[in-house]
């Protein structure tokens, strides 16, 4: 998993935000399904989400109590929205709860933070906080299963970039 969320980072840091993006909302299914390859990517996604992002996303309102402003069934629906049509309105979107749109905004510099804001059914967020965000929980999420000998043989099979070796042809 390591060599995923260094790859997230490193888009984070070069500031390629859509590429960090894509990766960021791609690592929960990921997740998900090294823990159960038989559940829909749907549930696998909202279950991981919500036991490893969702958390920090729980906020006490005033008169209302401890409000969730992301959930994992929201997290999914943008993953598809985003993934499969480059939009990030869910509105159409099965899966969602709560939210019916996202924007993400650049970090506005000295030190300032726009985050987990929301107008409305609108959640706003910065975008290098929620993909650090994710690539924390990952990094976290895969020492604590680092004994699971289930999860750790289906980590085998993760998509590998090879170094180029001599001797064989390519092309």
Not at 13 to 20: S, T
Not at 34 to 41: A, D, E, H, R, V
Request: aromatic fraction near 10%.
């Amino acid at each position: 998993m390591e060599r995923f969320t260094k790859s997230l980072r490193s888009s984070v840091a070069h500031q390629d935000w859509y590429v960090a993006l894509a990766t960021a909302l791609t690592l929960p299914d990921v997740c998900g399904r090294l823990i159960n390859p038989k559940l829909g990517s749907g549930a696998r996604y909202a279950a991981w989400f919500d036991g490893w992002i969702a958390p920090g996303y729980v906020h006490q309102l005033p008169n209302m109590g401890f409000h969730c402003f992301l959930t994992g069934d929201d997290c999914y629906a943008l993953r598809c929205s985003y993934l499969h049509e480059g939009g990030a309105d869910i509105s159409q979107q099965k899966a969602r709860k709560a939210l019916d749109d996202f924007h993400f905004i650049v970090p506005p510099g000295n030190g300032n933070t726009v985050h987990r804001n929301r107008i409305n059914n609108t959640l706003q967020l910065q975008v290098d906080k929620f993909c650090i965000e994710i690539a924390d929980a990952v990094d976290k999420w895969a020492a604590s299963v680092s004994g699971d000998k289930d999860i750790q043989e289906r980590m085998k099979s993760l998509l590998m970039i090879h170094n180029h070796v001599p001797g064989i042809q390519y092309g």
